[in-house]
C-alpha cells in the first residue's frame, strides 16, 4: 500500500467512528510535486518547486453533502478534516442531487496501459528521471531554447510534474496511480523596420510541447522554430475583415479543443441544454474524429491519473467519430441526471463547473511524406510547423495562423467564440506565403468552423500540447478550413 493509499484508508476508518457506518464519504489523496524554471531577457530568473500533499474528502450524511480539505496528514490533522467536515454536513441544505459512490471496480489495464506505478500494477510509461529532473536538468532545455533563437530576445518555462494519487470511499473502491509530465513553453522576440522607415515594431514567434519525460523536450528545436516564426512575421500588413480560408497551426487548434471540452462536451452543460452537442448527429465534418485519451495511446505514456475524483476508473472517450457527435463527459451527478454512467471525469469542480475531458486529442490525417532523416519533404519556411506545410500548398488564398489567445465564448450554445490571433499570421496566395499580416480580431462558431464540408485537410502529426494555465494536455495536428471570420484588427 503506499502512503497516499494508507492516508485514504485513516480518513475512511475516521468518518466510520466519527459519523456512522450510514454516512457515505469519499477521499483523495494527491501528493503532487511541481518544478518550474522560469526565463526572460534570454536569462534564468527564477527555479521554484513546490511539493504538497492534499487530503480532500466529500461526505453525505442525512441527506446533506460538505466537503472540505487539509494538508495536514498526521492524525490529529486527519482527525480535524473529519470533524470540522462532518460539522459542515449537519448544517448543510439538503442535497437531493447526491448521486451515491462508486463501487469497487478495477482500474482499465490492457498489455500497452502506461501511467501508474508499483501498487496498482500499471508502471509502464512513468518516467523516473523527470519525476526527479532538477533545476540544472530544466536549465539545460532552457539554454539550448536561448542558444536556438540565435540572438533574439527570449521568455517562458520549462516544468515538470509529477503526481502520486489515491481513492478511497465507504463502498469499499481503493486505487492509488501516478503520473508524471514535462512542458516547454517559450517566446522569441524580434525587432523590425520597414523598407522605407517609416514604420516599425516587434514580432513573436512561439513554440510549446509537452511530453511524458524531460528528455523528449529539444529545447534547440523549440528555440529555433520560436525564432524562425519572429523573423518571418516582420513587417505585417493590415487586413480587411472578413470570411477567410484559413489554416491552423497546433497551438491555434489546440485552443478549440480546450472550449469545445470546456463548454461543448461538458455533461452538466449538455444535460442543461446549453451545449450545442447532439448525441448520434454529424455535427462535424466527416474528417474529424475527436478521442479523449487520459490513459495514453500510440506509446504515450499516460498524461493522467487512471481513476476521476470519484474513484471510476477512466478510459478513453471517443466523443466524436467520422462527424457524428457520440458522447459528453459526465461524473457522477451529471450521468445521474442524464440517465447515463459517470465517463470518469469527476474533479474537485465538476459538481460546480460541469465535468471537463482534459485530454483531447484530434485525430491527425494519413501522415505526409518524409525522408530518410525525419525532415518533411513539404515546401515551406522553417516558420510552418511541419504537418501544415502539406495544408498550405492547398490554399488559393488565406490565413496561415499560429496561435489564438484571449479567447471569450459569446454564446455557449453555439459556441460563438471571440478572440485574438498572436505569434504570427501571414497571408497566403497561391499555396505560398507571401506576407506577414498583423493580428486579427475574430469572432466565429468554432463547431460551424468544423461542421460538415468546412474542414478541408487535416495535418499528418498530432502535436502534444500544454494547457497555458492548467494541467491538460491536448493533441493536435493543423487544420485548414474552408472559413474563419475575421471581424478587426488586434485593437478593434
Given at each position: 500500500?503506499?502512503?497516499?493509499?494508507?492516508?485514504?484508508?485513516?480518513?475512511?476508518?475516521?468518518?466510520?467512528?466519527?459519523?456512522?457506518?450510514?454516512?457515505?464519504?469519499?477521499?483523495?489523496?494527491?501528493?503532487?510535486?511541481e518544478?518550474?524554471?522560469r526565463?526572460?531577457?534570454?536569462?534564468?530568473h527564477?527555479?521554484?518547486?513546490?511539493?504538497?500533499?492534499g487530503?480532500?474528502?466529500?461526505?453525505?450524511?442525512?441527506g446533506?453533502?460538505?466537503?472540505?480539505?487539509?494538508?495536514?496528514?498526521?492524525?490529529?490533522?486527519?482527525?480535524?478534516?473529519?470533524?470540522?467536515?462532518?460539522?459542515?454536513?449537519?448544517?448543510?441544505?439538503?442535497?437531493?442531487?447526491?448521486?451515491?459512490?462508486?463501487?469497487p471496480?478495477?482500474?482499465?489495464?490492457?498489455?500497452?496501459?502506461?501511467?501508474?506505478?508499483?501498487?496498482s500494477?500499471?508502471?509502464?510509461?512513468?518516467?523516473e528521471?523527470?519525476a526527479?529532473?532538477?533545476?540544472?536538468?530544466?536549465?539545460?532545455?532552457?539554454?539550448?531554447?536561448?542558444?536556438?533563437?540565435?540572438?533574439?530576445e527570449?521568455?517562458?518555462?520549462?516544468?515538470?510534474?509529477?503526481?502520486?494519487?489515491?481513492?478511497?470511499?465507504?463502498?469499499?473502491?481503493?486505487?492509488?496511480?501516478?503520473?508524471?509530465?514535462a512542458a516547454?513553453?517559450?517566446?522569441?522576440?524580434?525587432?523590425?523596420?520597414?523598407?522605407?522607415?517609416a514604420?516599425?515594431?516587434?514580432?513573436?514567434?512561439?513554440?510549446?510541447?509537452?511530453?511524458?519525460?524531460?528528455?523528449?523536450?529539444?529545447?534547440?528545436?523549440l528555440?529555433?522554430?520560436?525564432?524562425?516564426?519572429?523573423?518571418?512575421?516582420?513587417?505585417?500588413?493590415?487586413?480587411?475583415?472578413?470570411?477567410?480560408?484559413?489554416?491552423l497551426?497546433?497551438d491555434?487548434?489546440?485552443?478549440?479543443?480546450?472550449?469545445?471540452?470546456?463548454?461543448?462536451?461538458?455533461?452538466?452543460?449538455?444535460?442543461?441544454r446549453?451545449?450545442?452537442?447532439?448525441l448520434?448527429?454529424?455535427?462535424?465534418?466527416?474528417?474529424?474524429?475527436?478521442?479523449?485519451?487520459?490513459?495514453?495511446?500510440r506509446?504515450?505514456?499516460?498524461?493522467?491519473?487512471?481513476?476521476?475524483?470519484?474513484?471510476?476508473?477512466?478510459?478513453?472517450?471517443?466523443?466524436?467519430?467520422?462527424?457524428?457527435?457520440?458522447?459528453?463527459?459526465?461524473?457522477?451527478?451529471?450521468?445521474?441526471?442524464?440517465?447515463?454512467?459517470?465517463?470518469?471525469?469527476?474533479?474537485?469542480?465538476?459538481?460546480s463547473?460541469?465535468?471537463?475531458?482534459?485530454?483531447l486529442?484530434l485525430?491527425?490525417?494519413?501522415p505526409?511524406?518524409?525522408?530518410?532523416?525525419?525532415?518533411?519533404?513539404?515546401?515551406?519556411?522553417?516558420?510552418?510547423?511541419e504537418?501544415?506545410?502539406?495544408?498550405?500548398?492547398?490554399?488559393?488564398?488565406?490565413?496561415?495562423?499560429?496561435?489564438?489567445?484571449?479567447?471569450?465564448?459569446?454564446?455557449?450554445?453555439?459556441?460563438?467564440?471571440?478572440?485574438?490571433?498572436?505569434?504570427?499570421?501571414?497571408?497566403?496566395?497561391?499555396?505560398?506565403?507571401?506576407?506577414?499580416?498583423?493580428?486579427?480580431?475574430?469572432?466565429?462558431?468554432?463547431?460551424?468552423?468544423?461542421?460538415?464540408?468546412?474542414?478541408?485537410?487535416?495535418?499528418?502529426?498530432?502535436?502534444?500540447?500544454?494547457?497555458s494555465?492548467?494541467?491538460?494536455?491536448?493533441a493536435?495536428p493543423?487544420?485548414h478550413?474552408?472559413?474563419?471570420?475575421?471581424?478587426g484588427?488586434?485593437?478593434?
Amino acid at each position: 500500500m503506499s502512503a497516499e493509499l494508507d492516508v485514504a484508508a485513516r480518513v475512511v476508518e475516521l468518518i466510520r467512528e466519527l459519523a456512522g457506518r450510514g454516512a457515505e464519504a469519499e477521499v483523495v489523496v494527491r501528493n503532487e510535486v511541481e518544478a518550474l524554471t522560469r526565463f526572460a531577457n534570454s536569462a534564468i530568473h527564477q527555479n521554484v518547486a513546490d511539493v504538497t500533499t492534499g487530503v480532500r474528502l466529500r461526505l453525505h450524511t442525512g441527506g446533506r453533502t460538505a466537503g472540505g480539505s487539509t494538508t495536514v496528514t498526521d492524525p490529529d490533522g486527519l482527525r480535524t478534516l473529519v470533524e470540522r467536515t462532518l460539522a459542515a454536513a449537519r448544517v448543510s441544505p439538503p442535497d437531493a442531487s447526491w448521486a451515491g459512490l462508486t463501487r469497487p471496480a478495477a482500474l482499465h489495464v490492457s498489455a500497452g496501459h502506461p501511467g501508474s506505478g508499483e501498487h496498482s500494477g500499471l508502471s509502464f510509461g512513468f518516467d523516473e528521471a523527470t519525476a526527479h529532473a532538477g533545476p540544472a536538468d530544466r536549465a539545460a532545455r532552457v539554454r539550448d531554447f536561448v542558444d536556438a533563437a540565435g540572438g533574439l530576445e527570449t521568455a517562458g518555462y520549462c516544468r515538470t510534474v509529477a503526481v502520486a494519487a489515491a481513492f478511497a470511499n465507504t463502498a469499499g473502491q481503493a486505487v492509488e496511480g501516478r503520473t508524471v509530465e514535462a512542458a516547454m513553453d517559450g517566446i522569441a522576440r524580434s525587432g523590425w523596420t520597414a523598407s522605407d522607415g517609416a514604420s516599425a515594431g516587434w514580432a513573436d514567434g512561439v513554440a510549446r510541447l509537452a511530453a511524458s519525460r524531460l528528455s523528449g523536450i529539444d529545447g534547440a528545436a523549440l528555440g529555433a522554430r520560436a525564432a524562425a516564426k519572429a523573423r518571418a512575421a516582420g513587417q505585417p500588413a493590415e487586413l480587411p475583415p472578413g470570411s477567410y480560408e484559413v489554416v491552423l497551426e497546433p497551438d491555434a487548434v489546440k485552443d478549440l479543443l480546450e472550449n469545445l471540452a470546456t463548454f461543448g462536451f461538458n455533461g452538466k452543460s449538455w444535460v442543461q441544454r446549453q451545449s450545442f452537442a447532439e448525441l448520434g448527429r454529424a455535427q462535424f465534418d466527416p474528417a474529424v474524429t475527436i478521442v479523449d485519451e487520459p490513459l495514453g495511446s500510440r506509446a504515450e505514456p499516460a498524461p493522467g491519473l487512471p481513476f476521476d475524483d470519484e474513484g471510476t476508473p477512466r478510459r478513453s472517450l471517443v466523443l466524436v467519430r467520422d462527424g457524428v457527435t457520440r458522447a459528453v463527459a459526465h461524473d457522477r451527478t451529471s450521468a445521474a441526471q442524464a440517465g447515463a454512467e459517470s465517463t470518469g471525469h469527476a474533479s474537485p469542480y465538476s459538481r460546480s463547473w460541469g465535468p471537463q475531458a482534459t485530454h483531447l486529442r484530434l485525430e491527425a490525417s494519413d501522415p505526409v511524406a518524409f525522408t530518410a532523416d525525419g525532415t518533411s519533404t513539404a515546401d515551406g519556411p522553417a516558420a510552418i510547423a511541419e504537418s501544415a506545410r502539406p495544408l498550405v500548398a492547398r490554399v488559393a488564398r488565406g490565413l496561415l495562423i499560429t496561435d489564438l489567445w484571449y479567447t471569450r465564448v459569446l454564446d455557449p450554445k453555439s459556441l460563438v467564440v471571440t478572440g485574438l490571433t498572436r505569434n504570427g499570421v501571414w497571408l497566403i496566395e497561391d499555396g505560398k506565403i507571401v506576407s506577414a499580416v498583423g493580428n486579427v480580431r475574430f469572432t466565429q462558431s468554432y463547431p460551424q468552423a468544423l461542421g460538415p464540408g468546412r474542414v478541408l485537410g487535416i495535418g499528418g502529426e498530432s502535436v502534444l500540447l500544454p494547457e497555458s494555465w492548467g494541467r491538460a494536455r491536448y493533441a493536435a495536428p493543423a487544420l485548414h478550413l474552408a472559413g474563419w471570420n475575421v471581424t478587426g484588427n488586434a485593437s478593434g
